[in-house]
């Protein structure tokens, strides 16, 4: 088993071509288990804009893989799946790039192996 702490959020790109701001949510899975909905950003997301970098703190204890999923929520139309990471137990602290290119959005998940 391996803890990880997912530290922070940092946005190089928002959706629409970044001219706006995103209000995003993370959706987790630990291992198997069932998907965790909206454990960061609440129920309409946390605003961030190209240049923002927001923390997280958020902890799990992995035996296999935590998945995260990165989602806009939008008012107006269903929400937008931003991207998708896997981080393994075997990982070491670093980050992972999120992108969806027909959203054209970019951000980097930054996290700790503890």
């Known amino acids: 088993m391996s803890l990880f702490k997912l530290t922070r959020l ?6 629409g071509s ?3 701001d995103d209000d995003v949510y993370m959706n ?8 965790k909905r909206k454990v960061w ?3 309409h997301g946390e605003s961030i804009e190209s240049g923002d970098t927001k923390t997280i703190g958020l902890i799990y204890d992995v035996t296999d893989k935590l998945r995260v999923d990165l989602w806009e929520w939008d008012a107006n139309s269903s929400n937008d799946l931003l991207g998708s990471t896997m981080i393994y137990a ?17 951000y980097i998940l930054y996290f700790e192996k503890l």
């Open 10 to 15: 940092e946005c190089k790109r928002t959706s």
């Open 18 to 20: 970044g001219t706006s």
């Open 28 to 35: 987790v899975q630990i291992d198997d288990n069932e998907l």
């Open 41 to 43: 950003g609440g129920s």
């Open 90 to 106: 075997d990982s070491q602290s670093g980050n992972r790039v999120l992108v969806n290119p027909e959203e054209q959005d970019e």
